[in-house]
């Protein structure tokens, strides 16, 4: 194969392997958002090897062709800046020594032989090169493959100046061969002399080894193949002795046909018998020259970013409980300076059940959702099952509230996210009706420790299916964002990161929207804070803000706090205690909107597989609405009745048997009655409670539901409540055209005469020019229409029962008059 012919296949197929490989990674990708992050550092490469030259004074124009015997050295260094996960740039600069000799490579006899030419030429480099990663690198640099295949292309800027070494009547040594101009150049009406510089474009392949957190040793083969075919001074043919003049060094450098001993070698060689003439092939200016190196190359990673850190239980795939003699190598909790009867002191006010929805997998991370709560579970659903490691993915599931308040078994239905199936949903909360921010993180395998949690904003497309829309601005490669939690008005929103600059292990984060962007995050204080883990914060609709934390006074690994909020800020903090807390990792506590129902994490003893969600009963509560208050002012959920009437707007009179229905927002639980004979409804209900309450009846419009709250009402046993219902518009306007049945023309001045039984008056209406007619007629009555015009059939019409159609205003309805036979 020819140099252009090899030069153009090379350039064919790394061209197809980029398409390929774009191709294959927009495939495997939903979004690129969700590609895992990539430590974007700088490195420095340190290189040596040997080269080899392929040209006129090789058998084979081939790079892939190496004349061992003529290799030479090189040595280079290379800055290198990853890009993505795929993509590297560096800047080169090397030496690389080529040596051609045809006594030591040609047959004897052969042409080459006979020409006895040889060179040997010092390249100096500076390259721009793009490395393309095979296999992708995600992630720090710490985390990167052990071997790591790649391809690299680019160009190159060198600069050499072949030499040539005289015979022993001139010395055996050796000289430059441009300025001699060997075939003629630089002489008067000649070709001028070839430069000393010359671009090349390289391919070439390669494979780093991991050696530890950062060093590489590396292999690499390039080809260069460069915009000149004087590398060896070697292009056209010959000039003749009578060229070059008294320049007798030159003249002997040019033809070397005629020496009997190779003075590279010092081995003696056959002479030809004839000699070389003016205009004799001495080389080909077809193809230019190349070159090829193996270098095998040191790799230093310089950069100073940090790995990011295990965010403690955040980044474990599979919980089990851990017991204080077992605590996490990381742990800083306090030793508790309480006695027991501090964490028992509010114990009486709670009460905890575990919920069916548990699994004998992990449940964790509850958030309200649609009358409902959404939760991570890696539940073996076989949809998100990894068979390798045995092991599922956590996934997003949703679970009604009436069906938790009962605490019956049912199917949770998956949240369709549209994720790649290698992202853990760790958590989701919802901040209106049409958006919510999850938590993703990536892992090759369900079962591996990972980090670089990330929120994204996704769009709600259906109850249960999400698209993504994009990621919060606070996402980094450097460090995880995760767990966010936002006020009622939405302005503010507290989140969980292992960002520089905290007090310990993961801290908890503040920022504020501001004019359509979120501030830059701000660390909640040494109050919430501490050298521990803080992790999972709720902002209640009140504003108390509660966290789970490792690192305050408490009964063992992860317990739940109430943050005290004054002025808008921590003040202060309590720890609730039991039996929502224990000696295990209790976390992610959530709470209802009169805080007398929650849900929280827990692997503690006694549960049904890993974590599981518990559900939070509060029996007593403080009109302060904190946990944590004193044992003053406490009160308890009573029952009560809510009675009331429903009556006619139009007429003011009470109505019997009226549906009314009675929504409980909390639990979503639906009861319905009727009223009695005189207009009166009668509910059981109870304080701590909001509710919602509507009457329905036929012939009435359907009204808004009447919201009815008994949160923070105690010592009241009825309350009262009257509802009124308006009923619907009793006329509806007809109206509609008079065409032939058989031809569609449109019948003008055709009269109607409309009937109703019982009815001793008959309606009267004429179609206009155009065929139609109006006219406006009583909903609950039952009509009929018949005409009497020549030529159709007399018959008699039935209009549609419009009382069926409870809100209808108008009816369209066409006559088709049937053409006597």
């Known amino acids: 194969m020819n140099y252009y012919n090899s030069g153009l296949k090379l350039l064919i197929t790394s061209i197809i392997t980029l398409v ?37 004074l090789t058998p084979s124009r081939s790079p892939f062709s190496t004349q061992w015997n003529m290799k030479g050295g090189s040595f280079g260094t290379a800055l290198e800046k990853r890009l993505t996960h795929r993509f590297s740039v560096r800047a080169e600069a090397s030496w690389t020594r080529i040596n051609g000799d045809d006594a030591q490579t040609a047959e004897i006899g052969s042409f080459e032989y006979n020409r006895n030419l040889h060179f040997r030429n010092d390249l100096f480099q500076l390259s721009g090169l793009v490395q393309i990663d095979i296999l992708p690198h995600t992630g720090h640099f710490s985390q990167r493959r052990l071997v790591s295949p790649y391809v690299v292309t680019g160009a190159t800027l060198l600069f050499h100046t072949p030499e040539g070494m005289t015979t022993m009547q001139y010395g055996n040594t050796w000289v430059d061969l441009r300025p001699l101009g060997t075939e003629g150049q630089g002489k008067q009406n000649t070709r001028p002399l070839y430069g000393t510089s010359a671009l090349a474009i390289p391919f070439g392949i390669g494979a780093n080894f991991k050696i530890n957190e950062r060093l590489d040793l590396g292999v690499e083969w390039m080809a260069r193949f460069t915009s000149t075919d004087y590398l060896d001074d070697v292009s056209r043919s010959y000039v003749g002795d ?61 950069s100073k970013n940090k790995a990011p850190k295990d965010l403690s239980w955040l980044h474990k795939s599979n919980e089990t409980y851990i017991p204080m003699s077992m605590s996490r190598s990381k742990r800083s909790k306090k030793s508790s300076s309480r006695n027991n009867s501090e964490f028992s002191k509010y114990k009486d006010r709670y009460s905890i059940q575990n919920l069916a929805i548990n699994t004998e997998g992990s449940e964790k991370s509850p958030n309200f959702y649609y009358g409902g709560i959404i939760y991570a579970t890696d539940r073996n659903d076989r949809k998100h099952f990894n068979k390798r490691s045995r092991k599922s993915y956590y996934n997003l599931y ?32 919802q901040i209106n009706d049409e958006q919510v921010i999850a938590t993703m993180y990536s892992a090759d395998l369900p079962n591996t420790e990972v980090a670089q949690h990330k929120l994204f904003l996704m769009d709600i497309l259906g109850e249960n299916v999400w698209k993504e829309s994009k990621e919060l601005p606070f996402n980094n490669e450097h460090y995880s964002i995760s767990e966010p939690t936002f006020s009622k008005d939405g302005n503010l929103m507290y989140f969980v990161s292992d960002m520089d600059g905290g007090y310990g292990g993961t801290d908890i984060y503040i920022s504020y929207l501001y004019k359509g962007q979120w501030t830059y995050p701000i660390n909640a204080g040494p109050v919430v804070n501490s050298e521990g883990d803080e992790v999972s914060p709720f902002i209640h609709q009140d504003g108390t803000l509660y966290f789970a934390s490792d690192g305050h006074d408490g009964m063992g690994g992860l317990d739940v706090y109430e943050c005290i909020m004054k002025d808008g800020q921590p003040f202060d903090i309590a720890n609730l205690g039991e039996p929502i807390n224990s000696e295990y990792d209790d976390y992610g506590l959530i709470l209802n909107t009169v805080k007398r129902v929650g849900y929280f994490t827990s692997n503690r003893l006694g549960g049904k597989g890993g974590n599981d969600i518990y559900q939070l009963n509060v029996k007593e509560i403080n009109v302060s609405r904190l946990l944590t208050d004193d044992h003053k002012n406490l009160f308890v959920v009573e029952e009560m009745k809510l009675k009331g009437k429903v009556i006619s707007k139009d007429t003011k009179s009470p109505l019997a048997k009226i549906m009314v229905s009675l929504k409980n927002k909390e639990t979503k639980a639906l009861v319905t009655k009727r009223t009695d004979n005189n207009g009166y409804f009668e509910f059981n209900i109870s304080n701590e409670s909001n509710y919602e309450i509507f009457p329905s009846a036929f012939g009435y419009k359907r009204m808004k539901a009447t919201e009815i709250s008994t ?57 206009d020019n155009e065929g139609n007619y109006k006219l406006e007629i009583d909903k609950n009555k039952r009509y009929f229409f018949f005409v009497e015009e020549d030529g159709f059939e007399k018959k008699n019409y039935a209009i549609p029962d419009l009382s069926k159609f409870r809100t209808v205003k108008t009816m369209k309805y066409n006559i088709k008059l049937a053409p006597k036979k």
């Open 20 to 56: 390929v490989t774009f191709s294959v990674s927009a495939q495997n990708k939903v979004n690129k958002n969700f590609a895992p992050s990539t430590d974007k550092h700088w490195a420095l490469t340190i290189f040596g090897g040997w080269g080899n030259y392929f040209g006129d």
């Open 711 to 767: 949160v923070g009402i105690f010592g009241v046993g009825e309350i009262d409540q009257t509802l009124v219902i308006e009923p619907l518009e009793k006329k509806v306007k007809l109206y509609g055209k008079v065409t032939n049945k058989e031809t569609g023309e449109v019948l003008r001045n055709i009269e109607l005469v409309i009937i109703s039984p019982n009815e001793e008056q008959n309606l009267y209406v004429k179609s």
């Open 242 to 302: 009578v060229h070059f003049g008294n320049n007798q060094v030159a003249a002997a450098m040019a033809d070397r046909s005629r020496e009997s001993v190779a003075v590279l070698t010092g081995q003696p060689r056959v002479v030809p018998d004839q000699r070389f003439s003016p205009g004799d092939k001495r080389g080909s200016n077809n193809t230019n020259d190349g070159y090829s190196t193996v270098s095998f190359r040191l790799k230093y990673i310089l």
């Open 398 to 429: 949703y679970a009604p509230l009436h069906d938790l308040y009962r605490n019956e078994q049912t199917r949770p239905v998956n949240i369709d996210t549209t994720f790649l199936s290698k992202f853990h949903h760790h958590s989701a909360f």
